[in-house]
């Protein structure tokens, strides 16, 4: 009993929506002092006389959810997965599997730079799905 008790205070303190925890050694480009969600150095767009920031957005996977399962970015913003559950899940484009993340155990996470848009799913858990909508973001 106090082995199962234990197990739900883990799951709960790991997926609590109250505060986001960030694993630093997991992103070494960034310091304590930094977030998670940091602009990346300009890139200029072709024909584009200004310069575009692209931005890092982070997708938790927490109580068999990607959170959040709605994301929309801008092209060549990164995408970053982070397996927060208690079990190992992945990340695969949906409709002609062109990309998938290997299997990330509690803890790991996995980045893609996103120039189309695409519905995504864990291929280990068949009802978790999300979707990231690229278009431009004002």
């Not at 925890?21 to 969600?37: L, W």
């Not at 997708?59 to 959040?68: A, G, T």
């Not at 970015?73 to 982070?82: A, H, K, L, Q």
């Not at 998938?100 to 509690?106: A, K, T, V």
Request: glycine residues 4%; negative net charge.
């Amino acid at each position: 009993m106090s082995r199962l008790l234990f197990v739900l205070f883990v799951v709960y303190w790991a997926c609590s929506p109250s505060e986001k925890r960030v694993d630093y050694e997991e992103y070494p480009d960034f310091s304590e002092e930094s977030s998670p969600t940091v602009e990346q150095p300009a890139i200029t767009m072709c024909g584009s006389s200004t310069a575009k920031r692209a931005k890092y957005h982070l997708v938790e996977i927490c109580q068999m959810k990607f959170v959040p399962a709605d994301l929309v970015v801008s092209p060549g913003d990164t995408v970053e997965w982070i397996n927060r559950d208690i079990t190992n899940h992945d990340v695969t484009e949906q409709q002609s599997r062109l990309w998938h993340s290997p299997p990330l155990s509690p803890g790991k996470s996995w980045k893609k730079v996103m120039r189309e848009s695409a519905a995504y799913y864990c291929s280990i858990h068949l009802v978790m799905k999300g979707n990231v909508s690229v278009g431009v973001i004002q």
